[in-house]
């Protein structure tokens, strides 16, 4: 997925999720959602100017909404 601000990478993924700045962005408060709403990973960085690691090898296989910064939103599907 690539968009404006974020290059977002590998999407499926099953172990690392990286969020790639395309602008520096300065603090950045990520959450990665289930389906029925429930946030199941959260984090928050000081700095955005590198690429950004998200974890999701304990989430189930299925589809997550990304939310950065609570207004950008993505599509992320974790397989295993």
Known sequence: VEAAAWRIYP???NKMVYLEPL?????VHIRMIDLSGRTVVEHRFAQSDAKIPVDVSALKSG???LQING???YKVQVQH
């Open 63 to 65: 589809m997550y909404v």
């Open 71 to 73: 207004n950008t939103h």
């Open 23 to 27: 602008n520096s962005m300065g603090a």
């Open 11 to 13: 999407n499926p993924s």
